[in-house]
């Protein structure tokens, strides 16, 4: 009996140990694991980088084709755009014109 009783006091001791020690690591998994943990930190911010990086070429583009759309307005109309513009969509040239396409170009 004496022996039963030893197991029962060490099992107590023990028993919250083991415990705090899976409490702890439970939360230690999910700070590293979590929907909000370090992994999920880490995708966060390269998706955040990719996303602005994204951005910034799309606010490229956009000036872009502000800018074409300006010299195509009637006030500041280029006559040279807009001659480009209608040998490009109408197909139309000179006998004496050579022209050159290059692919992806508008």
Known sequence: MDL??????R??????SFF???LVAYFLFHMVQGERGLFAWVQLNQQIDQEERENKNLLAERVAWENK???MRTESLDADLLDERVRLMMGFSSKDEAVIF????L
Not at 11 to 16: L, N
Not at 102 to 105: A, E, N, R, T
């Open 4 to 9: 039963f009783l030893e197991i029962r006091r």
């Open 11 to 16: 099992g107590r001791q023990v028993a919250g």
């Open 20 to 22: 705090g020690g899976i």
């Open 69 to 71: 759309i300006k010299l």
């Open 102 to 105: 290059l692919k992806g170009k």
